[in-house]
T-cell receptor, first 117, second 112 residues
Framework: AQSVTQLGSHVSVSEGALVLLRCNYS??????LFWYVQYPNQGLQLLLK??????LVKGINGFEAEFKKSETSFHLTKPSAHMSDAAEYFC???????????????FGKGTKLSVKP | DGGITQSPKYLFRKEGQNVTLSCEQN?????MYWYRQDPGQGLRLIYY???????QKGDIAEGYSVSREKKESFPLTVTSAQKNPTAFYLC???????????FGQGTRLTVV
């Protein structure tokens, strides 16, 4: 069975500092991998995704993530945090060969990012 | 603008009552999903549908029911059999292939 582990339910950084949110997955088949962001009382917004090809994926708002198969990891980074980055971030996985649609996602439990001025 | 519309945004229900949450999408996506979100639990899949008139149970389907009579619509009914229905409910849809899953703005259901 697939699973997703996000290390750290809360991460706090100073404005301008590096953001690193960790995600490890387990999957019996090569997965699709996603990062989503959620602001309070809102839905989830797709930040970036890895399907095939280049393992370093760039997303919106300056975020990027690197797929490392040997480490079964897909950590999210941003070189310089901004106050507006404060939100909850979710890593998700879906098997590539799931019935033609990748949407049946399995989520990690989320990491709340706080940004200090 | 294309997107997913969930209504209402906030919903209050008395114990023992059924309630239906609406989800409509105009993205022409084949697949639609319902997730439940509880603090510290991430998102858990309730039901999903890959085609009209067909749907499957997810991980926590007990106490919930759905229908998929139209491609655009995937309503979720929270029945009185759901023991702990207070939660944030998210509807989502996705196209065929690795296009990404798109979410509505959610409905917060509170049992009073």
């Amino acid at each position: 069975a697939q699973s997703v582990t996000q290390l750290g339910s809360h991460v706090s950084v100073s404005e301008g500092a590096l953001v690193l949110l960790r995600c490890n997955y387990s999957s019996s088949v090569p997965p699709y991998l996603f990062w989503y962001v959620q602001y309070p009382n809102q839905g989830l917004q797709l930040l970036l995704k890895y399907t095939t090809g280049a393992t370093l994926v760039k997303g919106i708002n300056g975020f990027e993530a690197e797929f490392k198969k040997s480490e079964t990891s897909f950590h999210l980074t941003k070189p310089s945090a901004h106050m507006s980055d404060a939100a909850e971030y979710f890593c998700a996985v879906s098997p590539m060969n799931y019935g033609g649609s990748q949407g049946n996602l399995i989520f990690g439990k989320g990491t709340k990012l706080s940004v200090k001025p | 603008d294309g997107g997913i519309t969930q209504s209402p945004k906030y919903l209050f229900r008395k114990e023992g009552q059924n309630v239906t949450l609406s989800c409509e999408q105009n993205l022409n996506h084949d697949a639609m999903y319902w997730y439940r979100q509880d603090p510290g639990q991430g998102l858990r899949l309730i039901y999903y549908s890959q085609i009209v008139n067909d749907f499957q149970k997810g991980d926590i389907a007990e106490g919930y029911s759905v229908s998929r009579e139209k491609k655009e619509s995937f309503p979720l009914t929270v029945t009185s059999a759901q023991k702990n229905p207070t939660a944030f409910y998210l509807c989502a849809s996705s196209p065929q292939g690795p296009g990404g899953t798109f979410f509505g703005q959610g409905t917060r259901l509170t049992v009073v």
